[in-house]
């Protein structure tokens, strides 16, 4: 019998058990299962997290690398801080506890000044108190406050003076873009305080036109708008007003102005730069034409504003309409009393009128506000005022500091009325001595070119005065 005969017949073949029912099989109790069962679930659950957090981490990676720019994009970018934008910190001081009534009132109205100055924008003082009594980077205090530049002074006593010193710095760079020293007799103090604040404003203002200018000039060609030639315009003329300046600043103002018709900056300055030209030649009749183009446009864009307004005393004065070149001074000096151009402008109105002492207040008002002014009308003027006054010493005084300021060149709008003053005050053998050395630059010295050099007015005793200057000078061998 073989040996199999009592074998159990063969059914189907049992299925082999998965690897996890085994194990499922060996967990006995109840109890060992539902640990089991939780540690599955709690793993899956933490492959689920692994999974999608790599997901999200490369997906973030991807945005950084491919993405994000356009991100940064929508992003609104932050304002660019105005060109003549200042904030005043309260000034430090650093003398005796009873002066500071003196260092209080002048840091507020030295903001208050700077906020007259055309074009300028000044941090209020509530918003620059936080930095007082502090150590203050600049370039964080104009980023915070969003301005140009930041103005910083102290205050000291020094035996019976109070010493001030002011510095203008770059909120950008943090650079020193200006410094003065001041010494007042503190006896003074109560009359002074609107005065300094005057200066100290002026000089701000054309230290901030002239950093601005200088800004404006390192930008890629590209990038350079109307306003910022308008700007550099305005830097170039207060580098100093000769023919050269004028013509160069004339020049960006006409580009801006090309560029962006609605230019009030660039419309004022073809105003002020083509009303240099006809202070030097009155027959310019291609610069009469853009002052008049100038003021029709600022007419339009800003006709209350300063541009509008010293437009308008440009246009009357170049016509001869003293009145109305009063007129607009008086405006001038009404919005922005601690600005020079008001004064600038009632000045010459007044003296052509032949009101030689209230000419004379504001020509002094003028070069107070105009500290080292490399423009010496203002002193021309006042000189000529002296020879109308009959001041004649005073009057020889100061055009022979005009003329030497001048350097070699000898005008004669300077050198007729010297040596008109130098004969009328008993010192004829200089009078002549100066028409001398005027003839060495001048062909022709003829009372003819009297008419060309503007001594115009419609006063009695400014007649009287330019008379009693060409008869001077029929004296001393001039025809």
């Known amino acids: 019998m073989p040996a199999d005969a009592h074998a159990p017949p063969e059914g189907p073949a049992t299925p082999a058990l998965s690897w996890w029912r085994r194990l499922w099989r060996r967990l006995h109790s109840r109890f060992a299962r539902q640990i089991a069962l939780g540690a599955v679930i709690v793993g899956a659950i933490a ?45 430090a001081n650093a003398g005796a506890a009873e002066d500071g009534w003196f260092v209080e009132n002048l840091t507020n109205d030295v903001g208050v000044q700077l906020s007259r100055a055309p074009d300028s924008s000044v941090i209020g003082r509530e918003a620059a108190a936080r930095y007082r009594g502090k150590e203050v980077d600049p370039r964080e205090a104009a980023r915070e406050l969003g301005v140009r530049y930041v103005l910083a002074g102290s205050v000291e006593r020094a035996g019976e003076k109070v010493r001030l010193r002011v510095t203008l710095l770059d909120g950008e760079s943090g650079a020193q873009r200006w410094a003065e020293r001041f010494d007042v007799e503190r006896a003074a103090l109560p009359g002074l305080v ?23 000039a390192r930008l890629a060609p590209d990038a350079v708008r109307a306003e910022d030639l308008a700007m550099q315009g305005w830097a170039a003329l207060y580098r100093g007003i000769n023919p050269k300046t004028s013509e160069e600043a004339l020049a960006l103002f006409e580009r801006a102005v090309a ?3 609605g230019s ?82 009632r000045g010459p109105a007044l003296l052509r009128m ?52 001048n350097g ?17 005050s008993g010192r004829r053998d200089e009078a002549r001595q100066t028409l001398d050395e005027a003839r060495r630059h001048h062909t022709d010295l003829s009372l003819a070119k009297v008419a060309e050099l503007q ?13 009693d200057m060409l008869a001077a000078l029929r004296e001393l061998g001039v025809e």
């Open 47 to 91: 492959a689920t997290g692994h999974f999608l957090g790599g997901m999200i981490g490369w997906w973030h990676a991807y945005e950084l690398t491919f993405g994000g720019h356009e991100t940064a994009k929508s992003a609104p970018p932050r304002a660019k801080a105005p060109p003549l934008s200042v904030v005043v910190l309260p000034f």
């Open 408 to 424: 070699t060149s000898q005008p004669l709008a300077i050198v007729f009325p010297l040596a008109a003053a130098l004969a009328r």
């Open 259 to 261: 560029m962006d018709p």
């Open 354 to 405: 032949g009101r030689f002492e209230e000419a004379l207040a504001d020509t002094e008002r003028a070069i107070a506000l105009l500290p080292n002014n490399p423009d010496f009308a203002n002193e021309w003027r006042r000189s000529f005022i002296y020879y109308g006054m009959g001041r004649y010493a005073e009057a020889a005084a100061g055009l022979r500091q005009v003329l030497a300021k």
């Open 264 to 345: 009030v900056r660039g419309w004022g300055g073809v105003a002020y730069a083509s009303s240099l030209t006809l202070r030097r030649a009155r027959s310019s009749e291609r610069a009469l034409a853009r002052l008049d183009a100038a003021a029709a446009q600022l007419e339009r864009l800003d006709p209350a504003g300063y541009y509008g307004v010293l437009a308008r005393g440009f246009v009357a004065f170049h016509r001869r309409d003293w009145p109305s070149a009063l007129a607009a001074g008086d405006r001038l000096v009404e919005l922005y009393p601690g600005h020079q151009g008001g004064y600038q402008m």
């Open 455 to 467: 001594f115009e007015g419609s006063g009695e005793r400014f007649i009287a005065a330019r008379d």
């Open 194 to 216: 609107d005065l300094l604040a005057q200066k100290l404003a002026r000089a701000v203002d054309l230290e901030m036109v002239r950093s601005a200018g200088s800004a404006v």
